[in-house]
Each structure stands twice: as structure tokens, then as C-alpha cells.
């Protein structure tokens, strides 16, 4: 019987800082096992060992020969993810969680709605689009930050936006010298780049507030609810479904999620 | 059904106990005994549950040192003696938590496997004995390996091969003694509360008042869900110094402020009312979601326990009138 608690083993190949502010370190690890394979959205469980696991989403898309996890400093566990330096081990339990629909979006417009550093996983989702270009339609990208330097993958997403096949908005929340980009917050911006909302999904991730001002833009552009996906975190302990911690109703975020539809959060208590 | 002599099943018990970890009540509580001796009942059921032998308190997921991962082994054979009904059905329910397709626990299957569940039927059941609810009674045989029936001298038996061939020599023929007025008195003095219906009706109370109202008294201790043969949340700590560290996996309770407490300060169900919502929630409408059956089987141990009498009779009576 395969042991769902135990990690695997890996090393970190690259470490530096996300962000202008120290807050963000990315990590590029490769395991010592060989490729792992996952879907955009998924998440694993670093360890660290004596201070314990804590949940990450999979920033690096399928086709990388790295898993990457960009982790922001809040406290115990996060706070020794920041020490870890290049060449040093790391253990990892994943994949984990549904991950997104990226099949039922084949074949249709896709617009990424995010903000600050939940941006991870849309890094995923966004070059695994890329990677299979042609089996989707226009890709619109709406990406703010508070400032420049706190937006991740800064130098990626310049190059993406060179390229005539994805459009991508960048933002930052006031003017900024040397900016270029819009200036206004994530929802004032989708506003006015105004995807449309035909045979087209949504996927959105960022801070508790800007989802809540966000709802209403993309309520207003007319996407309906279950063309909207949306990442959620809990509290998570085990990451399969057995501990109990991360329950939203009878789902669990760790094992039914953390990727989810509107029409079904809709329909939960709002316990998230 | 068979019968056998109480006397000679417990010189029996007591050969198995070289081959077999055997638990079994012992006076208060439900634990590891070392002779049958030790076999007493300060209650009807007892107050800690068996669950603890599938599900420890704590114990070691794997220990780390110097880079290796350790997972301990267990090869134990256990005997689980004299359970009560309900006791037997809480541990098929926690089968669906752990024995699962997509990802079997291997610590609590590896001991579940390897275990025999001998009940006991509850011959005079207590005044918080309401498992007759949800469908199952104090001479419920179904989830266990076998029913004993106490008669005195000797106890009835019935069961499975597996639970009866420990016993084999020793079971005589049961003289066609019948068991069905003892079964009906039984049964007849348990005062359980109508759940019918009760998970659906759920479905649509989760704004619903009455969630302050049956938690206002509660001092969220979480003794009743330590307690509940069927809870089963658990956290995972890291222990240890130097190089040398242990992963463990502990019992933990919804009622707990910081169970959802995140590393934001963000926490969902802050508010006491939610947490005792999520326990009911949870019970009377999550498990039937998911398993088509309730995940409380009236053991009443949360009522006799709870140091601020919050009875979830009363909070089911209550559900229902709404
Ligand atoms: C699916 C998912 C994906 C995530 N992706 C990222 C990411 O890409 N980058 C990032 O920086 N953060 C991410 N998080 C949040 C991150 O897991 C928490 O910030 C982290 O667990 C905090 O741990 P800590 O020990 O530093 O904090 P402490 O407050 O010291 O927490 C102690 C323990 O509580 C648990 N815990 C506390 N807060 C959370 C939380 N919000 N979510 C889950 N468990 C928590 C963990 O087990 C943690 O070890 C994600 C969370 C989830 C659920
Ligand atoms: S035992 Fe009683 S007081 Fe303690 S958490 Fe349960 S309901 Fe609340
Ligand atoms: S909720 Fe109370 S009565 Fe029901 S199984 Fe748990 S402890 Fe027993
Ligand atoms: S983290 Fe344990 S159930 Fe989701």
C-alpha cells in the first residue's frame, strides 16, 4: 500500500526573492525520483523536517523540468522555507487537489483574472495554455500588484506580453515611476479591458478583496457562474481528506479543491 | 447461536493475549488489558472508545533521522472485547474515513485488518443510550465479528468464523434458549429522538439562529468530540530535536478556535457557533452525503461528558421543530 504521508525526497536547484520586499522567495526544486506529474492548480506539501508541512501551489507548468513554489513569509513553517539555500534538500508530498478543468476549457476563450502573489498557480495554468496554443482561443490575462516589484515573475511576464498571441493587462494600484502598465486596481482594470464573456472561462485568484470587488465586474460582464474558477485555501493538515480540517460542507479543499466553480460555492456555507 | 461457559472463555482470552494485543473495558475506560482480570465496567459503556485502538491518540507517522525516513511497523493482531453495539458501528463509519480508494491510510488499515471485534450486547441500556435512532439497537450484531449476550454463568455467542474459531472447543449447543423479550426490553427502554429526515432538513439551516441558541452554553473543551467513537480529525506535528525528529499524528477537534485558525489570521469558523455547527453539520448532514448514513450512533457519551450539559438530543428535538 503506497504511503500517502510520506514525502519524497528533492533538492532545490534555484532560490531567490520574488519580491522587491523580501516577503517572497521562489523555489525551483527537482526531484530526486524524477518528474512529477500534475495538473495546473494542483498543490503539495513542503516539509520541513522537526517544524512541520505546509500547502504550496504548483507555479511551474507540466512541461518544466523544475517544480517551482514561490512562498510568502508568515510564519513557522514559511519562515524556514525562506532559509532554504540552493543545493539543499527538501521533502515533498504532491500532487494534491483537482487542479483546473483545462479540458472542459479547450476549444474557448480564456481570460486570468489575479492580484499580488496569488498569481502562482495562473503561472502554471498560463504556460500550460501556451504549450498547447492551439487548443484554445484568445487568452486575455488581468495581473495587478501594489506595486512593480511586488508583481511575481516580473521578467516572464514581459515577454509574454511581447507575444501577438496572449493579451496580457498589467497593473499596479497607484502611479509608479517608470511604470508603464494601467494604474488602477485588478477590478477597475477588468473593467475596462472588458473581456468578453462569450464562450469564454474565467479563472481568478487573489486576495479575499479583491475577489469580493471583483465578483461584481465579472457579474457584470456575464459570465455565469460555472464558467468561473476560482482557488481557495484552508487551514490543511493532511492534504487527502482524512484529517478533517478543511471542510467546506461536505467538501474538502485539500482533496475535492482547492480549484472550484462559483455555481458550486454558491451553494456552500461561506466558511472560506 | 452457541453458548460458552464465561469462565473457560476467559482462560481462553487470556492464552490469546501472547498472540493478541487484547483490549477490552477496564473499569472507566475502554483499554489494553493483560489479564482478563482487569475486565470491569464502571458503566454501561465505558468512557473512552475503542476507536483509539485504530485511531491513536498520538502516535509516529514516520521518525526522520539524518535524512532517512523511518515508518514504524506493526504487526500486531488485536481482539477488541466486549464493545457495545454502537462502539462496533462507529468503527465501521471511521472505515469510510480511512479505508478509501484514492488514499487508504495505511496506519489504521494495517491495525483494522488485523483486528476481531467481539461486542456485547447492553442488556439494561443507559438513560443516554439513543442508538435505536439510526437504526441499529443494543443487540445489534452486523458491524461486529460477534455478539456475546451475558446470561450469568455463560454468555450466548454468535458470529463470524473468524471471531468464533478463537473460541473453538469451548462452544456447546445453545439448548434453543431465546433471546427475542430480552432484545424487545432492551430496546424498548431507549428513549431515542425522531431523526428522520433530518440531513435534508439541514441542507437548508446553515444561516439558521438556532446555531447560537444550542452553543451559547458551550465552553468549546472538545470533550465531546474526543470522546465520540466517530470523530476522527486529527493534526500533524513535528517533534524532536537535533537531527532526530518524529511526525505525529494527534487527536484534534472541530471545536477548537484554532483548527481553521491560518497563517493570516484569517479564520473561518472564529465564531463558537460555526465550530458547534460544523460538529452537527458534519454528523447529521455531511455523512449522509457522502455515505448514506449518519455519523453519530447514540453512544450518548458526549451527553454524560459534557461539563456544561449540551445534549445533542435535544439539539436533534430541537432541528426537527424548526
Ligand atoms: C492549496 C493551498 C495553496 C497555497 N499556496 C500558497 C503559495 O503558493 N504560496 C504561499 O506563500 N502560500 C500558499 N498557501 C498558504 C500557505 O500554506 C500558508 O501561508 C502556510 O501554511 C503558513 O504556514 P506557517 O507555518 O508559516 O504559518 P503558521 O501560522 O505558523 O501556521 C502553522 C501551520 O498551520 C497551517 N496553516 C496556517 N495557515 C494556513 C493556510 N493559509 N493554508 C494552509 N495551511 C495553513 C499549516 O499547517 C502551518 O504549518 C497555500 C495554501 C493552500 C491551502
Ligand atoms: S463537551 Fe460540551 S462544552 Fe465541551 S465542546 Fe462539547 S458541547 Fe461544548
Ligand atoms: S455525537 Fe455523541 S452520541 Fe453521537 S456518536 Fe458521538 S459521542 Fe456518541
Ligand atoms: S487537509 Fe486534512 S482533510 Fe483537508
Not at chain 1, 492580484?115 to 495587478?144: C, E, N, P, Q
Not at chain 1, 470587488?213 to 481528506?241: A, D, H, Q, W
Not at chain 2, 461486529?144 to 468464523?161: F, K, M, P, W
Not at chain 2, 505525529?248 to 472564529?270: I, Q
Amino acid at each position: 500500500m503506497n504511503n500517502p504521508y510520506i514525502p519524497m525526497s528533492g533538492k532545490i536547484k534555484k532560490a531567490w526573492f520574488e519580491s522587491t520586499d523580501r516577503s517572497l522567495r521562489t523555489l525551483d526544486i527537482v526531484l530526486d525520483n524524477g518528474k512529477m506529474d500534475f495538473i495546473p492548480g494542483q498543490f503539495c506539501e513542503i516539509s520541513i523536517m522537526g517544524k512541520g508541512e505546509s500547502p504550496f501551489g504548483i507555479a511551474s507548468a507540466p512541461s518544466e523540468d523544475f517544480l517551482r513554489f514561490t512562498v510568502n513569509k508568515t510564519g513557522y513553517v514559511t519562515a524556514a522555507i525562506h532559509w532554504l539555500e540552493e543545493e539543499t534538500p527538501v521533502w515533498i508530498r504532491g500532487p494534491l487537489g483537482n487542479g483546473y478543468p483545462v479540458e472542459k476549457f479547450e476549444g474557448k476563450n480564456i481570460v486570468i483574472v489575479s492580484g499580488g502573489f496569488a498569481f502562482t498557480t495562473l503561472r502554471s495554468l498560463l504556460i500550460y495554455l501556451l504549450d498547447h496554443r492551439d487548443k484554445y482561443k484568445d487568452i486575455t490575462v488581468v495581473y495587478g500588484a501594489r506595486e512593480p516589484g511586488l508583481l511575481l515573475y516580473r521578467e516572464e511576464l514581459q515577454e509574454w506580453a511581447k507575444r501577438d498571441d496572449v493579451n496580457i493587462h498589467l497593473a499596479v494600484d497607484a502611479e509608479f515611476e517608470g511604470w508603464q502598465g494601467h494604474v488602477g486596481f485588478v477590478p477597475t482594470i477588468l473593467e475596462k479591458v472588458s473581456p468578453s464573456s462569450e464562450d469564454a472561462y474565467l479563472v481568478m485568484c487573489g486576495p479575499p478583496a479583491m475577489i469580493k470587488f471583483t465578483l461584481p465586474v465579472i457579474k457584470k460582464l456575464n459570465f455565469p457562474s460555472e464558467k468561473v474558477y476560482t482557488s481557495l485555501e484552508r487551514r490543511m493538515k493532511c492534504g487527502i481528506g482524512k484529517c478533517g480540517r478543511c471542510n467546506i460542507g461536505p467538501y474538502y479543499v485539500c482533496k475535492d479543491g482547492p480549484v472550484f466553480s462559483l455555481d458550486v460555492l454558491e451553494k456552500l456555507p461561506k466558511e472560506y | 447461536m452457541k453458548k460458552i461457559d464465561k469462565k473457560r472463555l476467559f482462560e481462553r482470552l487470556n492464552n490469546l493475549i501472547k498472540d493478541y494485543v487484547v483490549y477490552a473495558p477496564k473499569g472507566k475506560d475502554f483499554g489494553k488489558i493483560e489479564d482478563t482480570s482487569e475486565i470491569k465496567r464502571e458503566s454501561i459503556n465505558v468512557r473512552l472508545s475503542p476507536k483509539q485502538v485504530f485511531l491513536p491518540q498520538e502516535e509516529a507517522l514516520f521518525t526522520f533521522k539524518q535524512g532517512d525516513i523511518k515508518v514504524p511497523e506493526n504487526n500486531e493482531k488485536y481482539i477488541l472485547f466486549g464493545i457495545r453495539p454502537c462502539d462496533a458501528k462507529a468503527i465501521a463509519l471511521l472505515d469510510k474515513n480511512f479505508d478509501t480508494k484514492d488514499f487508504p491510510d495505511p496506519y489504521y488499515i494495517d491495525r483494522r485488518k488485523n483486528s476481531i471485534l467481539i461486542a456485547e450486547a447492553c442488556i439494561e441500556p443507559e438513560s443516554t443510550c439513543f442508538c435505536t435512532a439510526f437504526g441499529s439497537g443494543p443487540f445489534e450484531s452486523k458491524d461486529a465479528d460477534a455478539l456475546i449476550i451475558d446470561r450469568g454463568d455463560y454468555y450466548l455467542i454468535d458470529g463470524n468464523e473468524k471471531a468464533l474459531s478463537l473460541f473453538d472447543g469451548l462452544l456447546e449447543d445453545d439448548g434453543g434458549e431465546k433471546i427475542l423479550e430480552l432484545k424487545k426490553k432492551a430496546e424498548d427502554s431507549i428513549k431515542s429522538p425522531v431523526v428522520e429526515g433530518i440531513d435534508k432538513k439541514l441542507s437548508s439551516m446553515i444561516d439558521d439562529p438556532i446555531w447560537d441558541e444550542v452553543s451559547r452554553k458551550c465552553i468549546t473543551c472538545g470533550a465531546c468530540t474526543y470522546l465520540c467513537p466517530t470523530c476522527y480529525c486529527f493534526d500533524i506535528q513535528d517533534v524532536g530535536k537535533d537531527d532526530k525528529y518524529m511526525r505525529e499524528r494527534v487527536w484534534d477537534s472541530c471545536m477548537f478556535t484554532v483548527y481553521t485558525l491560518e497563517a493570516s489570521g484569517h479564520n473561518p469558523r472564529k465564531e463558537k457557533e460555526k465550530r458547534m455547527r460544523q460538529r452537527v453539520m458534519h454528523k447529521f448532514n455531511y455523512y449522509p452525503f457522502l455515505y448514506d448514513e449518519y455519523g453519530c450512533v447514540g453512544c450518548g457519551r458526549c451527553i454524560k461528558y459534557c461539563p456544561v450539559n449540551v445534549d445533542i438530543r435535544k439539539i436533534i428535538t430541537k432541528i426537527m421543530e424548526v
